[in-house]
């Protein structure tokens, strides 16, 4: 009976597997260890991370692209992206460690839910199927749902994880919903198939279209735009810090992959149809982003605001892939890389921010009023100077990282023929810079009103230091980082 | 009439009135009681499809585990039915406004032409086809890495919710039943030698 079973390749997907194994090892360590386990489960978690970089970075370029009966892609979208998310889960582990050791919430639970929720966007950024990028996004939100929840005795964090876990609900019925549709039209729940079934042309258009809207929803709640941006700012609010800064980096680049495989691998058929509702979705982000940002009080959900302009312009490169539903590779790449960039650069710069925020926060006090920011040249010069080029660059404002990220991203839409929607982003993020620009004045023009020193580890003070460097510095060189996606989009 | 098509109207106009009573009955027992009929149509109407194990697994799995647990913990919670129904009213109109618009594109969906014109699998399978055996089949072989994530998630899930309840409380009085047995009668007497107080005359 089972005769024409195949045994599936295993290597394309060995650092899922080995980050599966070394998940669960870590499981029994934290169990058993005892009194030792903290200096255990800590670094344990940093060489799994490791170990599936190797694995990654040994994989790329690997001749068996699918495999588990295809739905399992690994190309080299997958391997770019992999290796971004195990940097951004590197980072925001070293950056959270003091915050969350201070606060006693450096449990194992924590290390094992922050693997498993990397496994999940593993999967999602290797999903071939319907299935499994479902699960992959499931994987991934039930650990962000308890992640949010860690801190236990506070309300706030419970409050902001129920609105998570129940909005989140939500856009996974969306979301199945409209796979269900669009497995009816076609038949199939592969991607790659998919598309092909809308080449054929055999698909019921009405039915196609009726599960992309459904679709296009659930990716938007995932990418946190509007008009499914609400739980973003409560979230991020709500959260320890040191679970935002991972919940509004990595996962990002999930969000993306996700976007990516099913609308462009996918539904490149219907380009013409999610081009309208993406450019909706992108125009009015920017613009509800960077105005609501501009009233907040508290970091955390400014960056929240502005996370959601950031996503809105992502979205902006996206839908500037084909025009009128005609393909042309030159500029479907350019769109498309210019997407991927844009992405990996707001998960740099989002890492520093969020980090800054992180390091002014120390027991029992929480940095996370723009009043914190008082004079921060003050206290210290060197960190002022790297919030600074993280502000700057979040505004795009040359030649930083983000400069390059945003004027790639126009070049893109304006190659596309939407002139009207360049200037209406290229307005708003000009609005959007007087949110950025007024920490930097109130670091460098107000008195401080808290004097103490800044207390963190040497080996964050080292790391974020890098980080802002890598902004401040990469600009320049964005040329090389939009040729890797290139090159990873074509492979 | 065909006696299938019959039951497929019969049991999807009680799963219809059924979902209704959920969310509408003001009763939360009752409302628990709802869902497990549902669930019952529903698996009526996978029955007719010849999908018998899903039907099976829905009955044993959805009305036998999990509505039972449900119905525990509607019973034990104190649910302010009034509380809950705050701002119903306001909400209103948009909720209805959406849920129209939803159930307008879906009649137009569902309406056009392609759902009935047989591009779907139609034809019985014959007799002795287990399709318990080809669901098995098909988890274990081309569906495994599906099937494995699966599991993953539920690992996720015990962990998750461990982390979120397991509270070790130190500032109440508790038993701990694992000393409590490995007691000895040792523990609990302590034989004292001491001389008598007075020497007797």
């Known amino acids: 009976m089972l005769s024409n079973f195949v045994m599936p390749d295993l290597i394309p997907a060995a650092p899922e597997l080995f980050l599966t194994i070394m998940a669960c090892v870590i499981l029994l360590v934290d169990l058993f260890a005892g009194s030792i386990r903290r200096l255990l489960t800590g670094p344990l978690t940093l060489v799994a991370l490791f170990g599936c970089a190797l694995m990654t970075w040994q994989g790329f370029g690997d001749p068996t692209p699918l495999t588990f009966s295809g739905m399992f892609i690994h190309d080299g979208v997958a391997d770019f992206l992999k290796l971004f998310v195990y940097l951004a889960v590197f980072m925001a582990l070293v950056y959270g460690r003091g915050y969350l050791a201070d606060r006693g919430l450096d449990k194992g639970e924590y290390y094992l839910l922050v693997l498993f929720a990397t496994l999940g966007m593993m999967v999602m950024i290797s999903a071939n199927s319907f299935l499994t990028m479902y699960l992959g996004l499931e994987m991934l939100s039930l650990s962000l749902y308890a992640l949010v929840a860690i801190d236990r005795d506070s309300t706030r964090a419970t409050e902001a994880a129920m609105k998570y876990f129940v909005l989140g609900a939500l856009a996974s019925g969306l979301l199945l919903y409209g796979m269900s549709m669009i497995y009816g039209a076609t038949g199939t729940l592969e991607i790659s198939l998919v598309a092909q079934a809308l080449q054929a042309g055999v698909a019921s258009k009405t039915v196609l279209i009726f599960g992309l809207a459904f679709l296009v929803a659930g990716i938007a709640f995932k990418l946190g735009v509007v008009p499914f941006h609400m739980w973003v700012p409560d979230v991020y609010h709500g959260a320890p810090t040191a679970i935002t800064l991972f919940i509004a980096s990595a996962p990002k680049l999930a969000a993306f992959a996700m976007a990516l495989r099913l609308l462009v691998s996918g539904l490149y058929g219907l380009a013409e149809q999610w081009q309208m509702m993406l450019m909706l979705m992108a125009v009015l982000s920017i613009g509800l982003g960077n105005l609501a940002a501009i009233a907040q009080r508290n970091i955390k959900r400014m960056l929240a605001y502005s996370g959601i302009s950031h996503m809105g312009f992502m979205l902006l490169a996206l839908m500037s892939g084909s025009v009128g539903g005609e393909a042309d590779l030159m500029r479907a790449l350019d769109a498309y890389s210019a997407a991927m960039y844009y992405i990996v650069a707001y998960v740099i710069m989002s890492l520093g921010a969020f980090g800054t925020v992180l390091l002014l926060s120390r027991a029992g006090y929480e940095a996370e009023n723009l009043e914190d920011f008082k004079g921060l040249n003050e206290r210290s010069p060197w960190f002022a100077l790297m919030m600074m080029i993280f502000m700057l660059s979040m505004a795009g404002i040359p030649f930083f990282v983000g400069f390059f990220a945003k004027f790639s991203v126009l070049l893109a839409a304006v190659a596309a023929g939407q002139i009207a929607v360049v200037v209406i982003a290229v307005i708003f993020s000009l609005i959007g810079a007087f949110y950025y620009l007024r920490v930097i004045k109130l670091m460098y023009f107000d008195a401080p009103t808290d004097s103490a020193p800044i207390l963190a580890s040497m080996d964050m003070k080292i790391l974020l230091s890098a980080n802002g460097l890598a902004v401040a510095l990469l600009g320049p060189f964005s040329d090389v980082l939009i040729r890797a996606c290139r090159l990873a989009l074509l492979s | ?201």
């Open chain 2, 1 to 201: 009439m065909e006696a299938k098509t019959l039951l497929f109207y019969l049991f999807s106009a009680v799963l219809l009135f059924a979902a209704l009573r959920v969310i509408t009955a003001r009763n939360p027992v009752h409302a628990v009681l709802y869902l497990v009929l549902a669930f019952f149509n529903a698996a009526g109407l996978w029955l007719t499809l010849e999908a018998e194990f899903l039907a099976l697994a829905l009955v044993m799995v959805y009305v036998g585990a999990v509505m039972v647990l449900f119905l525990f913990v509607v019973m034990m919670l104190d649910i302010d039915i009034t509380r809950l129904r705050q701002g119903f009213w306001a909400n209103m109109p948009l909720a209805a406004t959406l849920g129209l618009v939803m159930a307008a594109e879906m009649v137009w969906v569902l309406s056009t032409d392609f759902f009935a014109s047989g591009v779907f699998f139609n034809e019985s399978m014959p007799a002795d086809y287990s399709n318990t055996k080809e669901l098995g089949r098909l988890l274990f072989t081309d569906y495994v890495y599906p099937f494995e994530l699966a599991s993953i998630i539920l690992l996720v899930a015990i962990i998750a919710a461990v982390v979120l309840t397991l509270r070790r409380r130190t500032d109440v009085r508790h038993l701990d039943p694992a000393k409590q047995i490995a007691v000895k009668h040792a523990d609990r007497i302590r034989v004292v030698q001491m001389p008598a107080e007075k020497e007797a005359e």
